[in-house]
């Protein structure tokens, strides 16, 4: 049954993978078409076409290999400076220009002079290649959302697991208690495991975020605390210690490094709590400041990367992770021994975290990707904003079929990088907790 449980989560993920990708590619293809600019295919997937269907004057398909997808549009780069588009040259850097400029007119036909990608306004373009990302951040929110208020998310509540029987530092190595260390807030007040604390010195605690802040800046202080006990309310006051305690996010999430803050001493439950609109929000702005600082941090990760595919270094929580790793971890979600709602609760965050490194990554400033596109077409519309305010010529269109060259080298690595994960994620995969 585990084995059959972990093939339906991993068929849950490339079915999401899929529809992540086809949905990439219609806000292209979308955008493309409100612009007049034709295109002959959208395919999902690379390789050999699986199934296809021609409707109009676009191609519409599925290809073997469910590792990207595309749709091609006519004219994507300019001719050359003397208007010839076809490759003509024994140099290989200049060949890789000409034969991408080639490509880019190998479909066009008589008529189609006015539909070239590379003939509409720089912000058309910049448009239709961000419309792709975009469309990948769309369906993130939308999942996350529908996660974080529909099904909620296991955090902290503010109900106590344990108390704790005295002061000890958040870095000590250790967790049982010295007889020179001071006896905890909690336990001095009475606190006791199973109590709801209904309230912290007035304030309503309902949430383990707002809890939490009140003990942290009450350092010092002797203040009252309501708990629900045995279906009673009782009142209890406590001294709030200062203490060193974990560093944490505005979303509520532990993060490295340590402050001094308020302690009370005890350990909260953990429970499935739904999200607020507001709290939801909050939350996805530090997802996608995580996600943007593990694509920064992502080649400082390569050596440990390469130690867990190749040596006996171990797989860290946060090691880049591919389509295979990430397939494997929906197996093993399937396979986790929790209600089916967190299940599948799961299962779409894992989706919607995919659609924002999706965003994240297309949106780097170089070729092959979209952004590098965009980065091409703004720089194409600083230069004839700036010809036209120094009332100089028109320098016309700006050829991105220059930077294949760079393109091709960039491509290289992004390859070399992902076999790298591959082999990790097969040999030494990423396992959730």
């Not at 990708?21 to 612009?35: D, M, N, R, Y």
């Not at 006990?229 to 060193?244: E, P, V, Y």
């Not at 396979?335 to 965003?359: H, Y």
């Not at 004839?384 to 100089?392: D, Y």
Request: charged fraction near 20%; include cysteine; aromatic fraction near 8%.
């Amino acid at each position: 049954m585990t084995t059959l449980m972990m093939i339906l989560g991993i068929l849950v993920f490339v079915v999401g993978l899929l529809v992540s990708i086809a949905w990439h590619e219609l806000g292209h293809l979308s955008t493309a078409k409100l612009f007049g600019i034709r295109v002959p295919q959208y395919m999902v997937g690379f390789g050999p076409t699986i199934w296809s269907r021609k409707k109009g004057e676009t191609e519409y398909g599925i290809k073997a290999i469910p590792l990207g997808g595309y749709i091609r549009m006519i004219g994507m780069f300019p001719p050359g400076e003397d208007g010839r588009i076809e490759a003509r040259s024994t140099s290989p850097f200049r060949s890789m220009v000409e034969d991408a400029r080639a490509a880019a007119f190998e479909e066009v036909r008589p008529g189609d002079e006015t539909r070239l990608f590379y003939t509409r306004k720089p912000w058309k373009r910049v448009i239709v290649m961000f419309a792709g990302p975009f469309m990948n951040l769309i369906l993130a929110v939308a999942l996350f959302f529908v996660v974080l208020m529909g099904f909620g998310i296991t955090q902290q509540t503010n109900v106590v697991e344990s108390v704790s029987p005295c002061v000890i530092k958040a870095s000590a190595e250790r967790d049982t208690c010295k007889k020179t260390d001071d006896a905890s807030p909690a336990k001095a007040a009475g606190l006791q495991a199973k109590d709801k604390i209904v309230s912290f010195n007035g304030v309503t605690t309902d949430k383990w975020n707002t809890l939490s802040d009140e003990i942290r800046k009450s350092a010092g202080k002797t203040v009252p605390i309501v708990v629900e006990r045995d279906g009673h309310l009782k009142t209890l006051t406590a001294h709030i210690a200062t203490n060193q305690v974990a560093k944490k996010d505005s979303s509520g999430q532990v993060v490295d490094g340590y402050v001094k803050a308020g302690f009370l001493g005890f350990t909260a439950a953990t429970g499935v709590v739904h999200q607020d609109f507001g709290d939801s929000v909050s939350w996805m702005g530090d997802r996608v400041g995580d996600a943007a600082d593990s694509i920064v941090a992502l080649p400082a990760k390569i050596p440990a990367l390469w130690d867990a595919a190749f040596g006996d270094g171990p797989r860290e929580q946060d090691s880049p992770m591919g389509v295979v790793g990430a397939a494997r971890v929906g197996g093993d979600i399937a396979a986790l021994d929790i209600p089916a709602t967190q299940k599948l609760a799961m299962s779409l965050m894992l989706v919607a975290g995919f659609n924002l490194s999706l965003f994240l990554f297309n949106m780097l400033p170089l070729l092959p990707l979209d952004g590098g596109h965009i980065a091409g077409a703004l720089w194409e519309a600083l230069r004839r904003n700036v010809a036209k305010v120094f009332r100089r010529p028109d320098p016309g269109p700006f050829d991105v079929a220059k930077l294949m060259p760079v393109a091709y080298v960039v491509a290289g690595i992004f390859v070399c990088f992902t076999i790298l994960v591959l082999i990790a994620d097969v040999v030494n995969p990423v396992k959730i907790s």
